[in-house]
């Protein structure tokens, strides 16, 4: 069983705010403050920008996600990290 992340608790929250004690709620904003001071913010020139901006909505995803799918691919093209590849003979269950 996994422990929901803060967005999650956070959104949970907000669903039932009503019901939610006032020192639950404390307790999810200061972790949320903690996880906002402490995350970095990586920057690119106004051009890099918009085709992530671009790339995200065409995946399906947030921008930091599509960093992170780019920055995982290209490290496996360049083989500083092991690529998943399939074997021929392998169970695919109908992906390939």
Do not use: C
Request: aromatic letters at 4%; hydrophobic letters at 40%.
């Amino acid at each position: 069983m996994s422990t929901p992340d803060t967005a999650t608790l956070l959104e949970d929250a907000a669903d039932r705010i009503a019901d939610i004690s006032r020192a639950d709620l404390q307790i999810m904003l200061r972790r949320a403050a903690l996880r906002l001071r402490n995350a970095g913010a990586l920057s690119m020139d106004d051009d890099v920008e918009e085709v992530l901006r671009d790339l995200a909505g065409e995946f399906g995803m947030t921008r930091n996600d599509t960093i992170r799918y780019i920055v995982r691919e290209w490290l496996e093209k360049n083989t500083y990290l092991p690529v998943h590849s399939l074997d021929e003979d392998g169970d695919i269950d109908g992906n390939a």
